[in-house]
C-alpha cells in the first residue's frame, strides 16, 4: 500500500499565484521528501525535511512536517508555466528503510 | 544529471513475448528500484536491491523478476509479457546514507 497521499490530486493555477499540495503518510518517518516529475520522465528530488524540522526553505519551496498529523505540505511561490508538473512525497519504510514509496502525486497545471 | 539510464525509451511487443528492460548507473549506488507507473501517475515499488546478490519484491505484485549481479546493473524480466503489464517502468538509485534517489528517463511498455 502506498505510504503516502497527495491531495489534491489535480491543481490549475495563474501564473504569479502560489500553489499548495499536500501529503499523509501512515507510518512513522525520519525524513521526507518531494520530488516532481515533468510530463513522462523520470523524477527529479526537490527537497527533503527531517522529522525533527518543522519548516524547510528551498528558492521558491517551502515544506512544512507535521508528524503528529503525518501530513506534509509543499508550497510553491509565485508559480511559473515551467513549474508544471506532477508532484509527489515520498518517505522510507520497511525493515532497514530501505523501500521508497510515493504518493499518488498532485497534478499542477501553470497558466500563462 | 543523474546519471542512471534505462533502454528502450519505448518497446511496443507482441503478448507473449520475453523481454528484459535494461537500468544502469554509473554512480557506484548500492541501492536500486523499479517501480511501475499507471497512467493515473502513481508508483508502485515492485523490485529493489540493496546490494549485489540482494533482490526484494515492493509493494506491488509484479509477474517480473530482476537480478542484481553487478553493482551498476539492475535489469527487469517478463517472462511472457502481456496487455496488463502496458506501463511507463522507472528505475531509480541511491548510495550510501544518501537519502536521495536518482531515476532513469523510464521505459514505456506496450503490450498488444
Known amino acids: 500500500s502506498q505510504q503516502g497521499e497527495e491531495d489534491p490530486q489535480a491543481l490549475s493555477i495563474q501564473e504569479g499565484e502560489n500553489a499548495t499540495m499536500n501529503c499523509s503518510y501512515k507510518t512513522s518517518i525520519n525524513n521526507l521528501q518531494w520530488y516532481r516529475q515533468n510530463s513522462g520522465r523520470g523524477l527529479v528530488h526537490l527537497i527533503l525535511i527531517r522529522s525533527n524540522e518543522r519548516e524547510k526553505h528551498s528558492g521558491r519551496l517551502r515544506v512544512t512536517l507535521d508528524t503528529s498529523k503525518k501530513s506534509s505540505s509543499l508550497l510553491i511561490t509565485a508559480s511559473r508555466a515551467a513549474d508544471t508538473a506532477s508532484y509527489f512525497c515520498a518517505t522510507y519504510s520497511g525493515a532497514g528503510s530501505y523501500q521508497l514509496t510515493f504518493g499518488k502525486g498532485t497534478k499542477l497545471s501553470v497558466i500563462p | 544529471e543523474a546519471d542512471i539510464y534505462q533502454t528502450p525509451r519505448y518497446l511496443v511487443i507482441g503478448t507473449g513475448k520475453k523481454i528484459t528492460l535494461e537500468c544502469s548507473q554509473t554512480m557506484g549506488h548500492d541501492k536500486m528500484y523499479w517501480y511501475q507507473q499507471d497512467p493515473g501517475m502513481e508508483l508502485h515499488l515492485i523490485h529493489y536491491?540493496?546490494?549485489?546478490?540482494?533482490?526484494e519484491k515492493g509493494d506491488l505484485s509484479s509477474e517480473s523478476t530482476v537480478s542484481r549481479i553487478r553493482t551498476e546493473h539492475f535489469p527487469l524480466t517478463l517472462e511472457s509479457a502481456r496487455p496488463s503489464h502496458t506501463s511507463q517502468y522507472l528505475c531509480a538509485s541511491r548510495g550510501g546514507l544518501s537519502t536521495e534517489a536518482f531515476f532513469g528517463q523510464g521505459t514505456r511498455l506496450t503490450v498488444v
Open positions: 536491491s540493496y546490494g549485489v546478490n540482494s533482490t
